[in-house]
């Protein structure tokens, strides 16, 4: 028994398209976040740290976006989710580190300045820091990803968490297009998958807000 915890738009977006491209049966359980459902006894019953994604398999626990995303790789290696060849495992490995170690943290920095400053006073200081450093993370994926289809050599468990943060930069409003084209190509061709459009149907959002 798979079960997905997860928050309609948020970073549990990318293991929620890695599982639905398996093709193996999963439930999922909406969070919603807007309302503070993570906050929840329910939830924190499940994930006493208060976030999403959470995957439970037979009763087991397993949290943050890049593990679960290794995992449901190494778990359904039919899917081709995860490249055979060491380096490009490593470059895998490499990108989800770096999504969600600064990338996502410079997001934090944008939407709950709290978390580094109790004092009010400094957190638009935060939120424009936080900001510039998107865009200069933002222009270093949108160089690595020139002249190329996917992230690596192939579709990977990489390109639906690339596809959060391309959501992201919409909502925060980024001229994602005008700015990053290789990367909105990028989104687009994410679009296209049978797999994507079953979860943004079932999550009930779209790329553009």
């Not at 398996?22 to 359980?29: C, N, S």
Request: proline share 8%; with cysteine; hydrophobic share 45%.
């Amino acid at each position: 028994m798979t079960t997905l915890y997860y928050g309609p738009g948020a970073c549990s977006l990318a293991p929620h398209i890695a599982l639905e491209e398996t093709g193996a049966p999963f439930d999922t359980v909406r969070v919603v976040l807007a309302e503070g459902q993570q906050l929840k006894p329910e939830y924190l019953a499940v994930n006493p740290r208060g976030r999403v994604p959470a995957l439970v398999v037979d009763g087991k626990l397993l949290t943050e976006a890049a593990a679960i995303l290794a995992y449901v790789a190494r778990r359904y290696p039919e899917a081709g989710l995860l490249p055979d060849d060491p380096w490009e495992q490593g470059q895998a490995f490499s990108w989800m580190g770096f999504l969600a170690s600064s990338v996502h943290i410079a997001f934090a920095g944008i939407w709950r300045p709290a978390r580094f400053a109790g004092d009010a006073e400094v957190h638009p200081e935060l939120q424009k820091t936080g900001r510039a450093t998107v865009e200069r993370y933002f222009a270093e994926i949108e160089e690595r990803l020139s002249g190329r289809e996917w992230a690596l050599s192939r579709y990977s468990v990489v390109d639906p968490y690339l596809l959060v943060f391309y959501r992201f930069g919409l909502r925060v409003g980024l001229p994602m297009a005008e700015r990053f084209p290789e990367w909105t190509r990028h989104a687009a061709r994410m679009q296209e998958r049978p797999a994507v459009q079953r979860v943004l149907a079932r999550e009930g959002i779209a790329i553009a807000p």
